[in-house]
């Protein structure tokens, strides 16, 4: 278990550490380099531009410059946004695309597990039916077409919900739905599959003649095992809700980091750029570090190993 | 004479699957004492496990009990509601089923598997029902059961993981103790070893076995009584020695044909029994054996057999004995 | 002598006890043709109605894409000054002139842009450039994935680990992330490639933002490929090699490998079939954020990404690449399913 932990622990350093270096590459095959992009500035603030990140000196030697910033923590000025540097903007867009997405990731998992039993359950009925033909459709759906219909109908249509903007609980509404509906649907259709796996096994013939309720053997014998797939999910699950933010924020104009990032590369700002990509880079090798890692905690199968 | 635990009469079971109706079992009927065991014989299929199911309500989805009544203990099984029968199961009667890997949940540990059931049927507290969980380890032959308890199904051998079901089998001391194919999944070694158990284990506790198996030789040795069954049906039932030393029906007859034996001398060819299984979803109208049986004749294709009484014991379907019986009668009239 | 009640409704007769013959008692006997895994997986696909439907459509909207704009009268970059902003079936008021002189006016079936470009031809173009993406991606993925994997799988031994220790790499690196920065950065160099080099102007021919799509997919979404066909070759091999350990007949050999052979085929056009819509879903948010293929060619994406500003008044220039594009991902998945159904061993539902 330990020696699994290392290996995975060395791989998602070695990982980040290339994300980091393919983004200095990437940024400075731009003509003129990430700071220098499209606009020449002035002498002044070439000269300082120039002693303080090393411009003039070899790319290798601002590749080791920038290494050592990163590892510092220091991720450097905004080129767009005058007087903010790029931590600041990313702990601010943090602090709401956190919220946001995080409300959506429990509400996948909430819905989706409890959408994915009730169907496993009742297999064949109508209600089987229902879930699976809206969850198969909720996946073929991209999160740019979910909120762009949901604001067709909930805003301009219905003139129900805000387009813009988290100021009330009401604005959550809408971000979070068209955020977790992908997710949601790919969780219950998992959940469901998981589950009839699970109601199929011996052990549920066993628990049923103890003398155990259906309703105890389900919760106690069928969901602990039932959960474990969707367990492993979760990785990929955080993945999909933070791209989905990227859109999501942009369509209801939620001033998160997806929303930052997206502006960032229309707006050419190189330093944002490769500041919220190496961040949210770290963010997600680290979230599946810690998901795999707790799957194998979580299995007593695999943890006795 | 004992008291009567188990009373099956014309029992019918069916699943209704999306194919069809599926004659699980077709007019089954079965008696039992207190004390005594029960062999159940037949093949993949031929309605042994459904019968057994049947007596604890745990047929699976699509299947119904059409037909018949059963009677155990005192309760009539087919008119009891579902709390009613949680009541019993775990608790008057007990099933073991055949393979113990994944009829353990593995994701909780032998201890709480083996507390749940006492919890659930006694009042018994949490430090008691894991000393009688211990006990209980011990009982069925378990050592250092108190590590055992701590321990997760993969961590068990084979023939341990069967013995733990015994152990939740035996409990709360129920009246019934039914055997699906218990040795099936295990080294034959083991096989041994466990069947002792079940023998030891009924003498001192005192209860009956439902013994279900394919193999012939299982029986042998155990039960009082066994019924061959086949395609749904009874087609032969006795004592032991009346089935093992005179048995009536073609089936039965190629079960025993089809043990080796180490008795033999010379080298043999293993005789099987011809064909394939009946399909149940269209049975046919005469006796369901008929296509393999060597001995069929044409009635036997159109006309199901009835029982034929050879002793107060022992009786079989097969047209063969009423043959004798019609001849006899044409004789005399 | 008093017969017995006989409990049968018929009277017995001598004759019925007379021994059947073999063909009464085979007739009873209901046995079942042995059908080619080939053909068997292809009978269950055609009997999914759904599976079925969902390939109608994906071959009717192919139809759509690649023939449609031949016979439809616009193109998708010709801005038409005066039709700016017309509704489904409406028309400009110089055309309505036009009309009136008695010249025969297509009408723009749902309606235009903002720059009067149509939208009904740009919907056709669209699902072309989703359709090429989703085609063409999967199937660098399943060549670079399969060789990688086979290879990988085959050698075995340090070149095997090395090789998935790249994989795993490759695996752990945030996706979007880096197609993201690449189709952002790419652009420049594969410009001054096709400006200056001689032989590589195709390039501009195809379209920059598009040749960036494929580099990108060839570069990160094959590892998931090579993984299963490696592991599907371990699996040969090791067939193989219990074969030969058995020193069965060759014939028998060959009917194995013909069997994983086929086994391995089957989940290959499974995945890569499912791989389509992944890449079609991919491309269509990338061109939404406003980095896929570059203006004037239209993507369902960035259509939809347009349309957001006239959301109110004009809702079909929404709905239409919104409807298409789910369309497109809907059917290839159930086809994909309708497929793993079809060729998987396993019954499943």
Redesign the interface.
Known sequence: MGKYIVKRVLLAVVTLWLVATITFILMNMVPGGPFLAEKAPSEATLKALNEKYGLDQPLTVQYKNYMTRLLKGDMGPSLKQRGRTVNQIISAGFKVSARVGGISVLVALVVGVTLGSIAAMNRGKWIDNVIIVVSTCGIAVPSFVVSTVLMLIFSVKLKLLPTYGLSSPLHYIMPVLALSFYPTSYITRLMRSSMLEVLGQDYMRTARAKGLSQFKTLFKHALRNAILPVVTYLGPLLAYTLTGSFVVEKIFTIPGLGNDFISSITNRDYMLIMGTTIFLAALLITMNLVVDIAYKLIDPRIKLK | MGKTLVDIKNLRVSFFTPAGEVKAINDVSLKMEEGEVHGIVGESGSGKSVTAYSL?G?I?YPGRIIGGTIDFNGHRINDMT?IEM??????EV??I?Q?PM???????TIGNQIM??IL??TDKDKKQAYDRAVELLTLVGINEPKKRMKQ?P??LSGGMRQRV?IA?ALACEPKLLIADEPTTALDVTIQAQILELMIELKQKIGMSIIMITHDLGIVANMCQKIAVMYAGKIVEYGTADEIFYNPKHEYTKGLLRSLPRLTDKEHRKLIPIE??PV?ML?P?AGCPF??RCS???????G?MP?YTHLSETHYSAC?LLQ?EE?ER??Q?? | MTKEKNPLSLQLDVSDFLPADNEEKQSLVVMRQSVSFWRDGLRRFRKNKIAMTSLVIIILTMIFAFIGPVFYPYTYEQQIRGSENLAPMQYSETELALKAQGEKVFPHILGTDSLGRDTMVRLMMGSRVSLLVGIVASVLVLLIGSIYGAVAGYFGGKVDLIMMRIVDIIYTVPDILIIILLMVTLKYPLENLANTVPGFAWINTIGVGLICIFIVFSLLYWVGMARIVRSQILMLKEQEFVTAAKALGASHRRIIRKHLLTNCMGTLIVTTTLQIPSSIFTESFLSFIGIGVAAPMPSLGSMASQAINGISSYPYRLLAPAIMISLIILSFNLIGDGLRDAFDPKLKD
């Open positions: 604890m745990l699976p579902e949680r009541e019993i199961r775990g608790n007990s099933i089923f393979d994944t009829s353990l949940n593995p994701v909780y749940e059931v659930l049927h997760y993969h961590e079901m939740i064909g394939t399909d269209n046919p008929a296509p001995s069929c004749m044409k009635i036997c294709l006309r009835e047209w043959k019609f009668r044409g005399e009239a």
